[in-house]
């Protein structure tokens, strides 16, 4: 399993631009997103080198790849793969009934804050948490992605082994995390072998259609997982 040298500890506001950075360019492509690119390459020049190069690999990949087949990569990464999607709870409970009480705690977790999401976003989505670390409550935040190591490793691994430009992304927000415990790597080899649970359950109020708009119309055909997605929800 391949690991992470993890950042120079960071100051807090190098912690902003990383998770901020990281929020934005795991979201789905779209023109708002091209036209913040410049402004996510010029926040980055105050991070460690590791940490700049990771994101700009990604700022270079967008800037430099059409926007159609920038969207038509996103769904097939995030649309379509079980170990690449980006609901942070999906890995440890799949779709079961255990998912909704951990979609609850994220959400209680916000209100804490006095967080509010909009009514089509899911909290556990990896761009949610991260905005959230970012711009409202970075400890509460950073201990929702500790809460979920195993399942954003697994994330990590899944996009390098499919050689996908998003893998340096997460690669970033990993490394601003400390290394990988032994039942941490333990919860990551199960969740490889075997993937997360399949029983699939209402998950109301949370699991509902419309938490997934518009994706019939990005699949171009292609089946979707049941796992909503939301492009662009926060802009």
């Not at 049941?226 to 929800?233: Q, S």
Request: hydrophobic letters at 40%.
């Amino acid at each position: 399993m391949s690991r992470r040298r993890p950042l120079p500890r960071l100051r807090p506001e190098q912690l902003t631009v990383v998770w901020q950075s990281a929020s934005l360019l795991l979201d789905y492509p779209d023109e708002p997103l091209m036209e913040m690119l410049g402004a996510i390459r010029s926040a980055a020049t105050v991070l460690p080198k590791d940490a700049r190069a990771s994101l700009g690999e990604m700022v270079a990949h967008l800037d430099s790849t059409p926007l159609p087949q920038l969207q038509a990569d996103y769904v097939e990464t995030f649309d379509t793969r079980r170990r690449c999607n980006l609901f942070l709870t999906y890995f440890a409970h799949g779709d079961t009934r255990k998912r909704g009480l951990a979609l609850l705690r994220f959400k209680q977790t916000y209100l804490r804050s006095g967080y509010l999401l909009d009514e089509s976003e899911l909290p556990d989505h990896l761009c949610v948490v991260l905005e959230y670390a970012a711009t409202v409550d970075q400890r509460l935040g950073r201990g929702l992605l500790l809460d979920h190591r195993a399942g954003l490793e697994l994330l990590r691994l899944s996009l390098r082994d499919s050689r996908s430009p998003y893998a340096a992304v997460v690669d970033a927000v990993t490394a601003t995390l400390p290394p990988l415990r032994g039942d941490e790597r333990d919860a990551v080899a199960r969740l490889a072998a075997e993937g997360p649970p399949e029983e699939e359950v209402g998950l109301a109020p949370f699991a509902t259609p419309e938490f997934s708009p518009g994706a019939a119309a990005r699949s171009g055909g292609a089946e979707l997982l049941p796992v909503p997605t939301l492009p662009g929800a926060r802009r």
